[in-house]
């Protein structure tokens, strides 16, 4: 049902501050500042390595979650897609946890990922939405995103719980590693507990991005960028700006515009800049007004990003789970205005059963 709203995508764009609630209280104790025993078999002082496998938005949560582990959990995390993963000559460690993430549990080159590691890793954790799918019954754990029935083809509530679970992972591991004491945990899991609210407050960023992407909507091309953790933010993006709204996009790391893309700057190019606060912000910015000084369209999306899209303020660690939901009504609103059709995009298959 789609309750009020005109599209599934739409409305699963607007669940997000609940179903990202329903989650936290799986797997936070917001009042004690501390995590719950969730995942109480997987114990991360026996494991120095994981690798996070899946396809298409699913990969760019394990994206950015390899550097929640390595930075919160100090372990090493390698990410790899799916289709690569199972058929390419893969060195495993013997105390490597394997994890695949998938919303519907059933992607055909995941499941086989997951199946080819048995026996060869210390263990193999799936992080799913649907608790009864074929990945949720193979893997030896399980993490339930909880998000509820995801109906758009373009995955947006299911992306944001991926984040969540993943994030909520490398904390686990952070107290089991002895990488993370008390005050710095109660710190962290205040920043998860501000996630429903920071969320809500981007949703009502909805008619401002929907100026945008009236200005996008006419090219052919666009490209977003991005640092750290919003480099795979830029690559979501892009991927459900062609999804949905068939413009053809591409996200870049924000240093990586000079070594080649740059080349393709002229003024039908709009370059979407996920201008976060931080150290590298500098860079980010230079980047952008290279862009510029060769006649390209820049908009800014950040804290301070004037006469672009001006975002919440919210911990640099939660950042990305609001670059997320900007890209979700960025691409809806391009979609809405191109008339495409949002829910059922041509070509696609909401499940990828086959290979
Ligand atoms: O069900 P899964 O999470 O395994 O699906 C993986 C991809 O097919 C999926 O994320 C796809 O990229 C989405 N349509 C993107 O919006």
Request: charged share 25%; proline share 5%.
């Amino acid at each position: 049902d789609k309750g009020p709203y005109r599209h599934f995508m739409l409305k699963e764009i607007h669940d997000q501050p609940q179903s990202i609630a329903r989650l936290l209280a799986s797997v936070a104790d917001t009042h004690a500042m501390t995590m719950k025993p969730f995942l109480p078999d997987l114990d991360f002082s026996k494991i120095d390595k994981v690798t996070l496998v899946a396809c298409g938005t699913a990969y760019y949560a394990c994206h950015v979650a390899k550097t929640w582990f390595e930075e919160i959990a100090g372990i090493s995390a390698e990410i790899d897609i799916a289709s690569e993963y199972r058929y390419r000559k893969r060195i495993h460690a013997p105390r490597e946890l394997v994890i695949v993430v998938s919303q519907s549990g059933e992607t055909a080159d995941t499941l086989a990922a997951l199946k080819d590691v048995r026996g060869h890793v210390a263990a193999r954790l799936g992080v799913v939405n649907v608790a009864t799918s074929s990945i949720a019954r193979e893997a030896d754990h399980v993490v339930d995103i909880e998000v509820g029935p995801e109906i758009g083809v373009a995955s947006t509530k299911a992306f944001t719980g991926q984040m969540l679970a993943l994030l909520s992972v490398a904390l686990k591991a952070g107290v089991e590693r002895g990488q993370i004491d008390k005050a710095h945990l109660a710190s962290l899991v205040q920043d998860l507990a501000s996630l429903p609210r920071i969320m809500s407050e981007t949703i009502a960023l909805e008619g401002r991005v929907s100026e945008v992407a009236q200005e996008i909507a006419p090219a052919r091309d666009a490209i977003f960028i991005g640092r750290g953790l919003q480099y795979p933010m830029a690559l979501e993006a892009a991927l459900k700006l062609k999804e949905i709204s068939y413009i053809h996009a591409d996200g870049y790391a924000a240093g990586e515009l000079k070594h080649g893309p740059i080349a393709l700057i002229d003024r039908d190019m709009p370059v979407i800049v996920f201008d976060s606060a931080g150290p590298l912000q500098g860079k980010t910015r230079s980047n952008a007004a290279e862009v510029a000084a060769r006649g390209g369209r820049v908009w800014h999306v950040g804290h301070d990003a004037k006469g672009g899209i001006q975002t919440p303020e919210c911990p640099d660690r939660v950042l990305p789970f609001v670059y997320a939901v900007v890209a979700q009504m960025l691409a809806y609103h391009v979609a809405l205005a191109k008339g495409t059709d949002v829910d059922q995009p041509r070509n696609l298959a909401k499940s990828v059963t086959v290979e």
